[in-house]
């Protein structure tokens, strides 16, 4: 049965996580001389095991972003620790992101927008071009290879995002609100689509969406986190089996229980001290 459990429990026979992040805190900058910069995340800890698909939810400006930003490296650690785990001794495993705006370059084409990271690398054109025909058949985006993101839908635009994001095979997937900007129906058919990607290649995945139904439909497990300071305040463990429908999950009535739990959950770590984030 999926459920709430313990806060970063772990069973003791599981394999140490691909991600560890400890008592993680991050104070802004004051804006004002002799000020203190407001607390953003503190105590935050969070494990992330291989191949598993972990959302984190909550309320608007409680700091999500910041975290994915702390574990992509963008934003150095000021409190806490952040453990990316060897692959093998020396090697760390690798991370993507993918944000909620595609940021596909307009003058590039749908195959070079999706090349560009391995041709940054210096991989050779033949195996770039090899590896996004690759990626862009497993999204359903073949015949568009020479289309440039002027003449794609925004979800035709996403699904390039993720394959340019999929193609250099990285071993954790951070994914910010990657279908935030969505329309129902788009959002619903690549959710579905990422969904048998996932469930075929099995990546770890830190997902950060709004989207309650979306998290559950995707998810092995869900973290809550609290507003003011941001950190973890409940995990729920998402034992829907798989191959998952969206359809036929929808209407369970596990899911529409844990849909109101969560909800229930995220809104009463909304309001702290008098103060809503809109
Ligand atoms: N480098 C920084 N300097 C100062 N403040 C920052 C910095 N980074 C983030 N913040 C602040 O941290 C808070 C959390 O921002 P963040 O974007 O992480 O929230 P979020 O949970 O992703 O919100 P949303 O759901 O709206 O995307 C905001 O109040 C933001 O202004
Ligand atoms: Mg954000």
Same mark, same amino acid.
């Given at each position: 049965m999926s459920g709430r459990t313990q806060l970063a429990s772990i069973p003791p026979a599981s394999p140490p996580p691909v991600l560890t992040i400890r008592d993680l805190g991050f104070q802004a900058p004051a804006l004002k001389k002799r000020a203190t910069g407001q607390t953003i995340l503190q105590?935050?800890?969070?494990? =992330?095991? +291989?191949? +598993?698909?972990?959302?984190?939810?909550?309320?608007?400006?409680c700091g999500k972003s910041t975290l994915l930003n702390f574990i992509a490296g963008l934003l150095p650690v000021q409190q806490g620790e952040i453990h990316l785990a060897e692959?093998?001794?020396? +090697?760390?495993?690798?991370?993507?992101?993918?944000?909620?705006? /595609?940021?596909? =370059?307009?003058?590039?084409?749908?195959?070079?927008?999706?090349?560009l990271g391995l041709e940054i690398q210096g991989v050779a054109k033949r195996d770039i071009v090899e590896r996004s025909q690759r990626v862009l058949n497993d999204l359903g985006l073949t015949g568009y290879e020479q289309h440039y993101p002027a003449q794609l839908s925004g979800g035709m635009c996403q699904r390039v995002a993720l394959a340019r994001m999929?193609?250099?095979s990285p071993d954790i997937l951070l994914m910010d609100e990657p279908f935030g900007a969505l329309d129902a129906q788009t959002r619903v058919f690549i959710q579905e689509l990422f969904s048998h990607y996932w469930e075929t290649h099995k990546k770890t995945v830190l997902f950060v969406t709004h989207d309650l139904a979306e998290a559950l439909f995707l998810s092995d497990r869900i973290v809550v986190m609290g507003a003011r300071p941001g950190r973890i305040v409940a995990e729920y463990d998402i034992t829907f089996p798989r191959p998952r429908h969206f359809d036929t999950l929808?209407?369970?009535?596990?899911?529409?229980?844990?849909?109101?739990q969560l909800w229930?959950?995220?809104?009463? /770590?909304?309001?702290?001290?008098?103060?809503?984030?809109?």
């Open positions: 105590n935050l800890n969070l494990n =992330l095991r +291989e191949q +598993e698909f972990v959302s984190i939810v909550g309320p608007s400006g692959k093998q001794p020396g +090697e760390a495993y690798s991370l993507g992101y993918m944000f909620q705006q /595609h940021g596909l =370059l307009p003058w590039r084409n749908v195959r070079d927008n999706v090349g999929l193609v250099s929808r209407t369970s009535s596990r899911f529409g229980s844990l849909l109101n229930q959950d995220i809104k009463s /770590h909304t309001v702290t001290g008098g103060q809503r984030d809109a």
